[in-house]
């Protein structure tokens, strides 16, 4: 299988090449010419796939069920370029989210011609009672033992877990994820600086939805955010469907940590990609109007829209494509520990690929090497 005459990003450049593809990986990247089975993407280009490192769900699947077939969220993500992604659950008891991460455990097992399952991501149970958001965290202790549960239970799956610095006992189960392998997030958060900062000392290197569920920024205590936009150690997650942030936010944001700082993130809950209505999640009602999904107070609740919607209003909003992609495919990799084989276009590598515009409007999603749209 050969793609032609697209214009292939290799490292930060586009280039006018041929990449062709064996048994799913990325085989030869030449002017190979014409074979039997070929995309002409003339006129195109070819970027690596996104890879969503922070999603609850989307066409009715709740990753954080005990025991969800994950399918037509996989098939459905493909269609809309995401070619791997983490699966995330939200703040509950600690049985039930490992009964989430057992289920996600055989997912991962499943062959589907859809989106890859690439980790797991614990959005809590740690995180503030006042800076919750819609999440409702278990009054539980935060211990570096049930972090300890929780890697064991993901058998080595478990990529991200979000922890308010503030809380008791948190820098003891930041250091203790670290240990495990694990991305410690900060978020959901009302740190003050000097709490961030040692957050940051203790080996967390995120920040959960740049934002939103956070102190906000002032000029005499900067807090949270003074901290993870002026560390290089911290890459920021941003949800930028133009909801959770306004156009001036991202930009800022975008100069203070640049590409390689910034991870694009959906924070997609299962109502995504089933248009307006009212759903029910974890026993709790959810209204989608007008594409925005919000509880009975009226606070945001989670994304709508797909990765996609965001790296679009990435570009509308001035940044290249190609930094596009580092914040929607290479820092994600990175993030999951998985850059060796995905997240960027290499021999060798993965055949994640996105065929699209210059507007990014998809024209070919492949996953493994084979076709998905």
């Not at 809950?269 to 107070?297: A, H, P, W, Y």
């Amino acid at each position: 299988m050969r793609i032609i005459n697209g214009k292939v990003l290799l490292g930060n450049d586009f280039q006018q090449t041929d990449v062709e593809i064996n048994n799913g990986l990325i085989s030869n990247i030449d002017s190979l010419g014409n074979d039997d089975n070929c995309f002409d993407a003339d006129g195109l280009y070819v970027i690596p796939g996104f890879i969503d490192t922070h999603i609850h769900g989307c066409v009715g699947v709740e990753f954080a069920s005990s025991d969800e077939d994950f399918t037509p969220a996989r098939q459905w993500l493909a269609t809309e370029g995401v070619t791997s992604f983490s699966a995330t659950v939200r703040a509950m008891m600690p049985e039930n989210i490992i009964k989430a991460e057992k289920n996600i455990l055989r997912e991962m097992k499943r062959e589907v011609n859809g989106a890859s399952i690439e980790g797991i991501n614990l959005e809590g149970p740690f995180v503030s009672f006042v800076k919750s958001g819609v999440m409702c965290p278990p009054d539980i202790e935060c211990s570096k033992e049930t972090v300890k549960s929780f890697a064991d239970a993901g058998e080595g799956r478990l990529k991200i877990i979000t922890i308010a610095p503030e809380r008791e006992n948190a820098l003891e189960a930041i250091k203790t994820a670290v240990e495990c392998g694990i991305n410690a997030s900060i978020g959901h958060t009302d740190a003050t600086y000097e709490q961030t900062v040692s957050a940051i000392d203790s080996g967390a290197t995120r920040a959960t939805h740049l934002f939103n569920a956070m102190r906000p920024l002032s000029h005499r205590e900067s807090g949270v955010l003074g901290a993870v936009l002026t560390d290089e150690r911290v890459n920021c997650e941003m949800i930028c469907d133009l909801v959770h942030l306004d156009a001036p936010v991202i930009k800022m944001a975008y100069k203070l940590k640049g590409a390689d700082g910034i991870t694009l993130v959906s924070d997609t809950g299962f109502m995504s990609g089933l248009g307006d209505g009212e759903f029910v999640v974890g026993g709790r009602k959810r209204t989608v109007k007008d594409g925005i999904c919000r509880n009975d107070q009226g606070k945001i609740a989670g994304s709508c829209v797909s990765m996609l919607v965001g790296a679009k209003n990435l570009l509308k909003l001035g940044i290249p494509l190609n930094e596009v992609s580092v914040m929607a495919s290479l820092n994600p990799a990175k993030a999951l520990g998985i850059s060796h084989k995905t997240g960027s276009i290499e021999v060798g590598k993965q055949a994640d690929i996105i065929v699209c515009d210059s507007e990014l409007n998809i024209k070919a999603v492949f996953v493994k090497g084979i076709r998905c749209k």
